[in-house]
Every structure is written in C-alpha cells, then in structure tokens.
T-cell receptor
Framework: SQQGEEDPQALSIQEGENATMNCSYK?????LQWYRQNSGRGLVHLIL?????REKHSGRLRVTLDTSKKSSSLLITASRAADTASYFC?????????????FGKGTKLSVKP | ETGVTQSPTHLIKTRGQQVTLRCSSQ?????VSWYQQALGQGPQFIFQ???????GRGNFPPRFSGLQFPNYSSELNVNALELDDSALYLC?????????????FGQGTRLTVV
C-alpha cells in the first residue's frame, strides 16, 4: 500500500511561475523526503524535512510539513524549463520492513518556456 | 552526481532467463536498498542490505534475491524472468539502518523482458 500520495498528478505552468505540489501520508513519521526524477532516470534527492521542522528551504525550493494534517508541500519558485520532471515524496516504512521508503505515484511537472 | 553507480544502464532479456544488476554505493554508505519502478508508478521497495545482511524485504517473490559485498556494493538477481519484471530498477545507498538519513539513488537499470 502507498503511504504518500502526491497531488496534483500533473501540473503544467509557464516558466517563471511558481509550482506547488502536495503530499499526504497516513501514519506518523519522523521525516519526509522529496525527490525529483527526470524522464526515465534515477531519483535526485531534493530535501529531507524532520517531524520537528515546519519549513525548510533549499535554493528555489521550499518544503513545509504539517504533522497534524499529515501533509507536506513542495514549492518551486521562479520555475525553469529544466525543472520539468516528476516529483515524489517518500516517507519511512515503520512496518514489517524497517528502513525502506514508501513513494507515491508522483506529480509530473511540465514547465513551458 | 550522487556517487551511486548502477550497471548496466539498459538490458533486454527473454522471459525465463536470469539477470544480475549491480550497484556501487556512495563512499561512506553501508546500506543499499533496491527498488522497482514500473512505468508511471512510484518506486516499490524490493529489499535492503545492511553490512552484508538482508535487512528487510518488500512484497516480492523469492526469485528476486540479492547480495552485498564487503565494500558495500550490491547485486540484485532475478530468476525466471517474467514480462511484468520489465521496469526501471533503482538502487539507493544510505548511511546506517533505518530511514532517518537521506537515501541517494543511482541512475537505474532499465530492464526489458521480451
């Protein structure tokens, strides 16, 4: 079963606009990670936010975490065509298999020049 | 560049054959996890190795097996390949057990079973 679910499934914006993607999860976590995946390639780690953090920044990325609502958001400001990719949130699996991440289906972001 | 390398990058196999995929972990990382990603889906956990021992397994049949070597590199073996095994296989390395630290992924191996 999937823990994290990204929303929307697809997002199309113009270069320069901001892009916001959301992630909801089901069980309590101590951290959440966001990854980017360019078409058919490996995952690139973007940011890890811990449960005691509400917001974290990295360059043009801003991630928030609301543990009361079990949700996280990823904001990309001043988007560029190179930001076109799929974005995944990943949460820890504390169930039978310790130590693995559970991914949603991702948000496919298209940034048009 | 994450420092995690996978080989080969692409592979075509026939149904029923066996395949071995390889992963070199990032320097200083002693944990390797393998994931399968079908087209249009998120990665699904196969198993994890920590200090050469299997440390957890997802919902995959026994024909998916693995190894981790003393230098922490790893192999994923799949026997009796099925058409549904066609996917992108990703390995991720991290430091220590658990998921409190970042996991860094390689570029993946695209396996096509015909």
């Amino acid at each position: 079963s999937q823990q994290g679910e990204e929303d929307p499934q697809a997002l199309s914006i113009q270069e320069g606009e901001n892009a916001t993607m959301n992630c909801s999860y089901k069980t309590s976590i101590n951290n959440l990670q966001w990854y980017r995946q360019n078409s058919g390639r490996g995952l690139v780690h973007l940011i890890l936010i811990r449960s005691n953090e509400r917001e974290k920044h990295s360059g043009r990325l801003r991630v928030t975490l609301d543990t009361s609502k079990k949700s996280s958001s990823l904001l990309i400001t001043a988007s560029r065509a190179a930001d076109t990719a799929s974005y995944f949130c990943a949460t820890p699996n504390y169930g039978g298999s310790q130590g693995n991440l559970i991914f949603g289906k991702g948000t496919k972001l298209s940034v048009k020049p | 560049e994450t420092g995690v390398t996978q080989s080969p990058t692409h592979l075509i196999k026939t149904r029923g054959q066996q395949v071995t995929l390889r992963c070199s972990s990032q320097s200083g990382h002693n944990t390797v996890s393998w994931y399968q990603q079908a087209l249009g889906q998120g990665p699904q956990f196969i198993f994890q190795y920590y200090r050469e021992e299997e440390n957890g397994r997802g919902n995959f049949p026994p024909r998916f097996s693995g190894l981790q070597f003393p230098n922490y590199s790893s192999e994923l073996n799949v026997n009796a390949l099925e058409l549904d095994d066609s996917a992108l296989y990703l390995c991720a390395s991290s430091r220590g057990q658990g998921v409190s630290t970042e996991a860094f992924f390689g570029q993946g191996t695209r396996l096509t079973v015909v």
